[in-house]
């Protein structure tokens, strides 16, 4: 240690104080800019710095060097050696006197706790798990130790266990085991009726009858093959490495990036592709992704149950809706009670996010929503409704009352991106389909004036190669796959979109089964999303089965021979 007087040291702590406070000052105003490590490294050198001068003050010891008594101290070693003799004269005392020795252990055996024993020990033992072996028995083990030595006099406690279980049983005559039933087999749950049509055994030519082809099974086919080789190894699709992220200002909205970090949602968006094919995690050659992929959501669910991961705030609740979509969908079809916890509090945040007036979702709690967020935390809801998760009433009836307010139009058909919009097809797809799904659930009734208003501007947009908009797109063909029953007029608009849709899909699918990410919304949720979406156009035939019978679609000349 230094030999430094105390006003020395108060000189140099204070020059420490003051450094140390110049370079906070320095950090959060010049060097404000410099990168996190840099600073880290900074502050770290600084503090082992006074961690240095902070030894050098604490004295460890008093006195000085060669002063004091040099009497050795030999405390340690007269303690161990006290020791070692105690112990031995304790093992002489044993060796003489195994009578006394036995008589006291006798004395301090509690007579309750040998009670216990005896009765264990006269019950015939029941059938135990190869994991649990009996203990009370196992205690009395001080004679087997030393096999080799003189054995002692066994005590009475030993003498009385011994004539209940004595040493060597009587032979018993052999008998076969009891013949047991076999268990019976596991019957998988039947999944709902909407979903059924997935599963169906003649589910080509179900597609063909409501307007698929073999050209479209076979794009679906590519599309899950390209997911699957996509799929990270942690089990989920990882957004920005396939393009998302690009901000393009879509409809004059700069969006900072938003889907760079969305790899829930797309992998809830990846999921629902398979699961609308019919491939679950239990079943299908694709059960390893979409087990992964499900354990990817489980693993990056919070404590609240949100599940929209590092997702930045324009995607977090687009993010949340699509995984839980998928959750609740995998939880509908099999049954399996492990997903129970994942979807349950998935569902518990998604309604606590709802706005209580407004009925509608946008980015944080307590904003007012829009048309975009209610429809993937709608068809959330109602496939976790289909799993037996319950929802209450009241998110019915504000969902039902923010549909009424974003309605535009001569017969209410249109809807707006928020309440206080104007009408788009887009928003006009979704809130038709979501109309539809109330409606489904016996929640509201649907309009025919409304609903024929809305077909009319959906059909000003049919899908073509030189203006993808893939979202449009797939809430378009939800809401005309399921309402072409309603009318002649609805099947044949059912008809004209079906024939442009797989037109331009086949057209524009890449040669690895993806489809690129140039679409309108394609920049924020890159090429998984895309794909993904994509393919669950092309599984619109038998995704939801249809309250009806087969459309005449199939029947139409030429549109099959499209590739």
């Not at 005896?118 to 001080?142: I, Q, T």
């Not at 799993?387 to 535009?408: M, Q, S």
Request: hydrophobic fraction near 35%; proline fraction near 7%; glycine fraction near 8%.
């Amino acid at each position: 240690m230094f030999d430094l007087t105390s006003t020395t040291w108060i000189v140099l702590w204070s020059a420490l104080g003051a450094i140390t406070v110049l370079l906070i000052v320095l950090l959060r105003t010049r060097w404000s800019s410099a990168r996190p490590l840099r600073k880290c490294a900074i502050l770290s050198l600084w503090v082992h710095v006074l961690l240095a001068f902070a030894a050098t003050t604490v004295r460890i010891m008093s006195g000085a060097p060669e002063l004091g008594s040099d009497t050795p101290i030999r405390i340690s070693i007269r303690t161990v050696i006290e020791v070692e003799t105690k112990v031995e004269a304790e093992k002489e005392t044993v060796k003489e006197t195994p009578e006394e020795t036995l008589k006291e252990a006798k004395e301090e055996i509690d007579a309750d706790a040998l009670e216990q024993v005896v009765e264990v020990a006269a019950k015939p033992e029941p059938s135990r798990s190869p994991l649990k072996a009996p203990s009370l028995l196992a205690s009395p083990a001080p004679v087997e130790a030393a096999p080799e030595a003189t054995p002692l006099p066994s005590p009475p406690t030993m003498r009385r266990i011994a004539a209940i279980e004595p040493a060597e049983k009587p032979q018993e005559p052999e008998e076969s085991p009891p013949t047991e039933p076999l268990p019976p087999a596991k019957v998988e749950p039947t999944p709902p009726s909407t979903y059924a049509d997935r599963f169906a055994k003649d589910r080509d030519q179900l597609a063909q009858q409501r307007g698929g082809s073999p050209q479209t099974e076979r794009a679906v086919r590519q599309a899950l093959g390209w997911l699957a080789s996509a799929q990270a190894k942690n089990g989920g699709w990882d957004a920005s490495n396939f393009g998302a992220g690009q901000e393009r200002v879509v409809l004059g909205h700069n969006r900072k990036g938003a889907g760079a970090n969305a790899d829930t949602g797309v992998t809830g968006l990846a999921l629902l592709a398979f699961l609308g094919s019919g491939h679950t995690h239990r079943h299908g050659p694709y059960a390893r992704e979409v087990t992964d992929g499900l354990e990817y959501l489980r693993q990056h669910q919070r404590a609240d149950g949100s599940l929209y991961g590092e997702a930045q705030l324009f995607a977090r609740m687009y993010c949340h809706s699509m995984a839980t979509f998928a959750i609740c969908e995998a939880y509908a079809i099999t049954g399996d009670t492990h997903l129970k916890p994942m979807a349950r509090d998935a569902v518990r945040y998604a309604l606590s996010m709802q706005h209580p007036t407004d009925g509608g979702w946008r980015y944080r709690r307590g904003d007012t929503g829009d048309t975009s967020q209610l429809g993937w935390q709608l068809m959330a809801l109602r496939s976790a409704q289909l799993a037996g998760i319950e929802v209450p009433g009241t998110t019915w009836t504000r969902v039902e009352r923010f549909l009424r307010r974003v309605r535009r139009g001569s017969a209410g058909g249109l809807a707006a991106y928020r309440p206080e919009g104007p009408p788009s097809p887009t928003m006009t797809a979704e809130a038709l389909f979501c109309r539809q799904l109330l409606d489904g659930a016996g929640l509201t009734t649907t309009n025919q004036a409304s609903t024929r208003e809305a077909i009319d501007s959906i059909l000003q947009e049919l899908p073509s190669a030189g203006h993808r908009n893939l979202y449009f797109w797939y809430y378009a063909s939800l809401a005309l796959h399921r309402g072409q029953h309603q009318s002649a007029e609805a099947a044949a608009a059912w008809d004209d979109w079906n024939h442009a849709l797989t037109s331009t899909l086949l057209s524009t699918q890449q040669g690895n089964g993806s489809w690129d990410e140039a679409t309108v919304w394609g920049g924020y949720g890159g090429r998984v999303y895309t794909t993904a979406i994509s393919a669950m156009c092309l599984e619109v035939y038998y995704r939801y089965s249809p309250a009806e019978g087969p459309s005449e679609v199939a029947g139409r000349r030429g549109w099959q021979a499209v590739r």
